[in-house]
């Protein structure tokens, strides 16, 4: 599976942005998926995950209300909708495919493919 994250940019505290991460290959579905974050100086962070149906999200304590994942089986593609954007939100944004089995991909070791980042800054 090859993953590629899009829709970062520059944005005011209190904006919105929505990542898209499309994914290559037939086997998409049996994918459960998640977004990372990784703020500069800082480690790589869990967002938010999905399971392989849609049905079931899992998000991280810092963007709960704020930002909403979601996924379309269809165009193979996975989104993260961020509203009331933050300053510290700003980081480089990763999409998952999770390991086989696995939801949510909460750490690192828990992912079988990365997506290269974008780039989301929050200015004040």
């Known amino acids: 599976v090859q993953l590629q994250a899009s829709g970062g940019g520059l944005v005011l505290a209190g904006g919105s942005l929505r990542l898209s991460c499309a994914a290559s290959g037939r086997t998409f579905s049996s994918y459960a998926m998640g977004w990372f974050r990784q703020a500069p100086g800082k480690e790589r ?3 938010a995950a999905i399971s392989w149906t849609g049905g079931s999200t899992y998000y991280a304590d810092f963007v709960k209300g704020r930002f909403t994942i979601s996924r379309d089986n ?7 909708q961020m509203n009331s954007l933050k300053p510290e939100d700003t980081a480089v944004y990763y999409c998952a495919a999770a390991r086989y089995g696995t939801y ?6 828990e992912v079988a493919y ?10 004040s």
């Open 45 to 47: 962070e869990f967002v």
């Open 74 to 80: 269809a165009k193979n593609t996975v989104y993260l």
């Open 104 to 109: 949510p991909p909460y750490s690192d070791s």
């Open 114 to 123: 990365w997506g290269k980042g974008t780039l989301v800054t929050v200015s």
